[in-house]
C-alpha cells in the first residue's frame, strides 16, 4: 500500500502543498519551526517542468502572511486577486500583526514565533518594538511606545519583547470580510 498526500490540482497538473510552498513560492523552511527543514531533507521534493514553470522568479517574503496552514500561530485564510495581490500581501501582513501581538501585565510585547522569525531579516531584536508598533493603529502604537519607556526606566531591563512560542494545534481562522466573497 503507497503513500497518499493531498494534492492539488492546478492548470491540469498535480501538486503537493509542500511542492507549492517551498517550491513554486519558493519559501524557505521556517525557522520558527524546524521540524518541517528536517522532513524537506528527508523527503527530496521532485522539481517538474510543471512545477518549475510555475514557480516565482524570487522569494517574496510577505508570501509568510498569506499560508494558513490550519494551526493557531498561523496568518488567516483570505482570497488573493491577481491585480492586488502585492497590496493584500502586506495588508494581511498588518492584520497578522495587529491580531497576534499583545502586551503582557508587566508591559512587555508578546510577539509570535513567526512573527519574530519573519521581523529578524529587517531589524534587530533591541527594535522589534519600535518595528512591530509601526504597523499598529496610532492609539495602540503610542500605548506600545509608552510601555517600552516605562520599561527601560524601571530595572526591568532593555529587553521589551517576549516570544510566545509557535502553537500547532488546529484551527482556521477565517476574516470576517473574507467571508461574503
Not at 91 to 107: P, T
Not at 163 to 173: E, G, K, Q, T, V
Amino acid at each position: 500500500m503507497g503513500k497518499h498526500f493531498a494534492a492539488y490540482t492546478v492548470g491540469g497538473h498535480s501538486f503537493s502543498a509542500a511542492a507549492i510552498e517551498y517550491v513554486i513560492l519558493k519559501m524557505k523552511p521556517p525557522i520558527h519551526r524546524p521540524q518541517i527543514a528536517l522532513l524537506l531533507a528527508l523527503h527530496k521534493l521532485k522539481v517538474s517542468e510543471e512545477l518549475r514553470k510555475s514557480a516565482i522568479d524570487t522569494c517574496e517574503p510577505l508570501v509568510a502572511f498569506a499560508l494558513s496552514t490550519g494551526m493557531y500561530s498561523s496568518p488567516a485564510v483570505r482570497i488573493y486577486k491577481g491585480n492586488r495581490v502585492r497590496e493584500e500581501l502586506q495588508e494581511a501582513q498588518h492584520d497578522f500583526i495587529r491580531a497576534s501581538v499583545g502586551l503582557s501585565s508587566k508591559g512587555r510585547l508578546l510577539v509570535p514565533k513567526m512573527l519574530h522569525c519573519f521581523a529578524k531579516s529587517f531589524v534587530d531584536d533591541a527594535k522589534l518594538a519600535v518595528w512591530i508598533s509601526h504597523y499598529l493603529p496610532p492609539q495602540q502604537a503610542a500605548f506600545v511606545e509608552q510601555c517600552i519607556s516605562q520599561r527601560r526606566q524601571s530595572l526591568l531591563g532593555s529587553r521589551n519583547c517576549g516570544i510566545l512560542p509557535f502553537d500547532s494545534r488546529f484551527r482556521y481562522l477565517f476574516l470576517p470580510d473574507q467571508l461574503s466573497l
